[in-house]
């Protein structure tokens, strides 16, 4: 019996070669249709969010390049001293105060001297009577000596009769015992005219003195105050000797200190006198090093001239130090060696084949290339806006301060427009 389901296909014509053929083309249309549909969205979703790149460009510029380190210090003078005492008393006179005007060995305050007169008078006491006993002493010497001698000639002439030997003996012991006295005699001498000689000092050093000439920048010691100088030597008076010439002690960091050298210029302000720059000269670079909060510097320091007397001791001031200069000279602001541009920027734009192909992963970079890129540094280079292009200028860099740098290249022309930085919008 005939198959009633193959008679009904045939009757509707469903298992021909024609209509199998069909049903495959209709399948292919819409697969065509479909990516096609995907390929235009991504299309026109790629260009309405690319970004129309701008930059921002600056003239390149023929100036004058100054290469300054600044540091902080304050002003000290050149030689300073702190008068101290090294007695103890009452303070009974003040014979200089603040900023007056000192010469050398000049009496500067007392202390009350009645108890040092005394000590210098015992002394002088107790040596006195050394020396009378000295005298006393040699009297009794020769004394020794003359009966020592009449003995020994009395016996010499009585065959050695006369006097007894023991008699000779005891006055050879006299003798003996009064040149020990002498000699002790001479030690006490000695020891009175020490004492006598400290007493003394004391009493000239209860009379506070300034060892220079100079202006008195401090006074700390008032009539009637009691110093005691048994622990340490307390501070009277700080006296400065010249101020019309200053030294200026700035702080220079690790980074800066290997640019400046002696002799150079340089200049600085304080906040007194905020309108006006005052001249120095750095006199000496000191190799102990200063660390603090894990920041190193070193003490330099600068002759300041000082002969109209503005600057006063204790001043902070900023000082610029002059490393190096260059004039007329192509210059660009930092962030131009510091600009790259992005990819939106530099890229060319890829075919539609190309966008609908992968991107080959980064694993196919062989390792070397990849490490040797990021190992060599890049040779310095500017970016110049020629024809609405951005363009790579490789260029020799010279001196730098914290805003400009000097370049030299062959294609570099004055007013050219430098890229430093781009602006991006949507379209």
Do not use: C
């Amino acid at each position: 019996m005939p198959n009633k389901n193959n008679d009904i296909k045939q009757v509707l014509e469903l298992n021909t070669p024609v209509q199998k053929r069909k049903h495959k083309l209709l399948i292919m249309v819409v697969a065509i249709v479909i990516v096609l549909a995907v390929a235009l969205k991504m299309l026109f979703f790629h260009h309405t969010e690319q970004p129309i790149v701008q930059f921002e460009t600056v003239p390149l510029k023929r100036t004058d390049l100054i290469v300054i380190v600044t540091a902080t210090g304050k002003l000290e003078p050149v030689t300073q001293v702190d008068i101290g005492i090294e007695v103890s008393g009452t303070a009974e006179e003040i014979l200089a105060d603040f900023n007056d005007l000192v010469k050398a060995g000049q009496v500067l305050a007392k202390l009350d001297s009645r108890l040092f007169d005394a000590k210098v008078k015992q002394s002088q006491g107790l040596l006195d009577q050394a020396k009378a006993k000295l005298t006393d002493a040699e009297a009794t010497i020769v004394e020794k000596q003359q009966a020592l001698a009449f003995m020994e000639n009395a016996r010499e002439l009585s065959g050695g009769k006369l006097p007894a030997k023991q008699d000779i003996v005891k006055a050879e012991a006299d003798l003996k015992r009064a040149l020990a006295l002498k000699t002790q005699i001479l030690g006490s001498i000695e020891q009175a005219e020490g004492q006598l000689k400290l007493d003394s000092t004391n009493l000239i050093k209860s009379s506070i003195r300034t060892p220079i000439d100079g202006i008195v920048l401090d006074r700390k010691i008032e009539k009637g105050q009691t110093v005691a100088a048994s622990l340490q030597t307390p501070v009277m008076f700080t006296v400065a000797k010249n101020l019309t010439e200053m030294e200026l002690h700035v702080d220079v960091d690790e980074a800066d200190v290997g640019k400046i050298k002696l002799g150079q210029a340089a200049s600085f302000t304080v906040d007194a006198y905020s309108d006006k720059t005052f001249p120095a000269k750095i006199s000496e670079i000191r190799y102990a090093p200063k660390t603090v909060n894990g920041v190193v510097t070193y003490e330099t320091v600068l002759l300041v001239d000082n002969a109209d007397l503005f600057l006063r001791p204790g001043m902070t001031a900023t000082a610029d130090m002059v490393v190096n200069e260059v004039k007329n000279v192509l210059t660009v602001p930092n962030a131009a060696l510091r600009f790259s541009p992005d990819e939106t920027s530099t890229k060319i734009e890829k075919s539609f084949v190309e966008k609908l192909l992968p991107t080959p992963p980064r694993s196919s970079i062989p390792k070397k290339a990849r490490e040797n890129k990021r190992r060599d540094k890049p040779a310095p280079q500017i970016w110049v806006l020629e024809n609405n292009q951005a363009k790579a200028i490789p260029v020799k860099v010279g001196l730098s301060d914290d805003e400009l740098t000097e370049v030299n290249a062959p294609e570099l022309k004055e007013n050219m427009a430098v890229i430093i930085d781009t602006v991006s919008q949507k379209k």
